[in-house]
């Protein structure tokens, strides 16, 4: 058809095609089907529904739609979950690398003896300290830091200084993200570390730290044995008189963390002696700063601050001086007995409270500050162990100073009293085995008075064990009476390591041993022989039981406690009663009488010279084999108003009168005029 025609401008073709965009209905609003095509009328209304319709199918919207609504649940969920359920968390992240908080260490109380004298000190430490969470992640930057850090520590250090230190493999097990400082170089000199000081401003994660350490000014006793001594003896040179009775600090262990949570992981913390076992009291309560920090982790300004409290002091009842006369006395002896070692304890009968007590071989303390590992190592591998408390913890054979304790349980139970005699002809006889006396010929008639004077075996064989129709003690009341003294048991003084001793009974023998119970036995405990162990502690222990009448204090290290902010006294330790009247008062008496009849015609008659009275016993307890005995004393002075106790032991010093009862004299006369 011409489209020109009359008929093709009455009848126009549709304006788009039958299925065009898959619709019948092609009209557009505003445009004319009359004129010339293109032409607009506002006025008509034309249907445009199906024309602008969406031309992707229905089913593939509804798809695309739920698609990019599960997109924004889930960008909303994650949204919530980082902001609301861990927003706390990442802000104190976020925060961390602005604002941190740092613990503030308390100052450490310090130690006195009686007097006032300071034994110990806090003063100024320096460390060199890398904080993981300040470093930067990329491995290259941070091995450039590490290499610049060494490469100033080899510029700035003196010659003597060991720099070699392993970063890396300190900071391997940190969390990348720990904000806690980890110490990677101790102990510098301040000009050291004032010269690191700014070459570090730009290193970051690493610092320097200032903190208080542990100076230990006691003074050093005379060494004990020659320079010569093979093996030599690392543990006794610059020894401390002090270092058992105070212990020594050191890095807190993962263990020690595990009891102390709230201590950090470079912390110190008392390791031994009195450091340990007033270690709260010591340590004080932490401080803390909140502080801004740069991109560096640098400090750039103090926002608040809380201060710490200072730990308490202790002044303990030790004296000085007394120590410093008793060590030096006992390596003395030590020495001329060709022997190595040696303890003495002295106390206060009336109180319990402990005036000296020293241990050798002893060990410089400051070693486990600011020594090497080498120093450790070789303390560790000394062969006399100077470790060892021997004081409290080495347990030995008694020896005849036991026989105080057999007396007057053999008093207090009847078998004997002030009159009754044993005839000595130098032991007794019992099937095939002799039990001797240590005179030859024996004592001849001996009474208690004379046995304790004279320490008559064969009368201590009697009244312990019995011999024929004369019952003795029997092992056990000799166990009975040895625990009332305080034997077999821990006395309770405050620093730990304390050691029980040892008193056999037929029930061990039997378990242990696999033989039964014979009075031989019983005859040798009764003289401190065989299988019975005693600590210095515990026979000083029960002779100020003696000499006080018969109440066993509890010994103890502190006399008291006060605050160094404002010297108030916060604690006063009082005397502790263990026991008292444990025998009668006139059974203690006549005890006391034969000690003191020991140093008039017996066998610690050297004392008798003294400007003061004195009381005692001496002991040699074997140890078998080719070894020489051991040496002790034991006493009290003066006789009718005793305020000091005297116990010494030189291990395989040989005769007790020939080697302790001489180092008593000169502690006693020191004592006499001094005190």
Do not use: C
Request: net charge neutral.
């Amino acid at each position: 058809m011409d489209p020109f025609s009359p008929q093709a401008q009455s009848n126009p073709p549709p304006l788009f095609p039958k299925k065009w965009w898959g619709r019948k209905n092609n009209k557009i609003q505003g445009f004319s089907l009359q004129k010339s095509q293109g032409d607009y009328f506002p006025s008509k209304q034309i249907d445009t529904k199906g024309l602008l319709s969406s031309p992707i199918e229905k089913k593939r919207i509804y798809i695309l739609s739920l698609l990019i609504m599960i997109s924004f649940t889930i960008l909303g969920g994650r949204v919530i979950w980082l902001q609301g359920v861990h927003g706390q968390k990442y802000r104190n992240i976020a925060e961390g690398n602005r604002i941190r908080i740092v613990r503030i260490q308390p100052n450490r109380g310090l130690i006195y003896d009686r007097n006032l004298k300071p034994l110990v000190k806090n003063t100024a430490y320096f460390s060199l300290s890398v904080t993981p969470g300040d470093l930067p992640r990329d491995e290259g930057k941070r091995e450039e830091i590490f290499n610049k850090l060494i490469q100033i520590l080899e510029q700035t250090s003196s010659d003597d200084e060991e720099n070699a230190i392993d970063i890396k493999n300190v900071v391997k097990n940190a969390s990348p993200y720990s904000y806690q400082p980890i110490i990677i170089k101790k102990d510098l000199s301040y000009t050291h570390a004032m010269s690191l000081l700014v070459q570090l401003e730009d290193l970051p994660g690493i610092s320097l730290l200032t903190s208080a350490r542990r100076n230990y000014i006691q003074p050093e006793a005379d060494l004990p044995f020659s320079p010569e001594a093979n093996p030599p003896l690392a543990g006794t040179e610059n020894a401390g008189m002090f270092s058992h009775i105070l212990g020594y600090v050191g890095k807190i262990s993962p263990e020690e963390r595990e009891r102390y949570p709230d201590y950090a992981l470079n912390d110190f913390i008392g390791k031994t002696g009195i450091e340990l076992q007033y270690e709260k009291i010591l340590r004080g309560k932490f401080g803390q700063k909140r502080i801004e920090v740069n991109s560096l982790g640098k400090e750039e300004r103090v926002e608040s601050r809380k201060h710490p409290q200072s730990g308490y002091d202790l002044i303990l009842s030790i004296d000085g001086e007394l120590q410093e006369k008793i060590a030096n006395t006992l390596t003395k002896y030590i020495k001329r007995a060709g022997s190595h070692a040696g303890a003495a304890v002295s106390l206060d009968p009336k109180t319990g409270e402990v005036l000296a007590i020293a241990s050798f071989p002893s060990y410089n303390n400051n070693i486990f500050i600011s020594g090497t590992q080498n120093e450790y190592q070789a303390l560790v591998d000394d062969p006399y162990k100077p470790f060892v408390f021997r004081a409290i913890s080495g347990e030995y054979p008694s020896g005849s100073v036991i026989k105080p304790v057999i007396a007057a349980g053999a008093l207090n139970e009847g078998i004997i009293d002030e009159n009754t005699t044993v005839n000595s002809y130098g032991g007794i006889t019992v099937g095939k085995w002799i039990f001797k006396d240590w005179k030859e010929g024996g004592h001849g008639l001996t009474n208690v008075i004379k046995a304790l004077a004279e320490s008559v075996n064969t009368f201590f064989y009697y009244i312990g064990g019995g011999f024929k129709n004369f019952k003795g003690l029997g092992i056990d009341n000799i166990n009975s009476y040895a625990r009332m003294f305080g034997l077999a048991e821990k006395t309770g003084i405050d620093v730990p390591g304390e050691r029980l001793g040892f008193v056999a009974t037929p029930e061990w023998k039997k378990e242990v041993k696999k033989e039964q119970w014979y009075i031989g036995d019983t005859y040798h405990i009764s003289i401190g022989q065989g299988d019975i162990l005693v600590t210095p502690i515990q026979v000083a222990h029960y002779t100020a039981a003696i000499a006080n009448g018969g109440t066993l204090f509890r010994p103890h290290l502190v006399k008291y406690i006060q605050n160094p902010e404002n010297g108030e006294i916060q604690q006063v330790i009082d005397p502790e009663i263990i026991n008292s009247e444990i025998i009668k008062q006139e059974y203690i008496n006549i005890v006391k009488h034969g000690m003191r009849a020991a140093v008039t015609q017996g066998s610690a008659i050297r004392l008798s010279y003294l400007p003061i009275k004195v009381a005692g016993k001496t002991g040699t307890a074997e140890v078998g084999g080719d070894k020489k005995p051991h040496a002790w004393f034991t006493g009290f002075a003066p006789y009718e108003d005793p305020d000091i106790v005297i116990t010494i032991l030189v291990e395989n010093g040989g005769e007790g009168s020939a080697v302790a009862v001489p180092a008593a004299y000169e502690i006693l006369d020191w004592w006499a005029q001094q005190k």
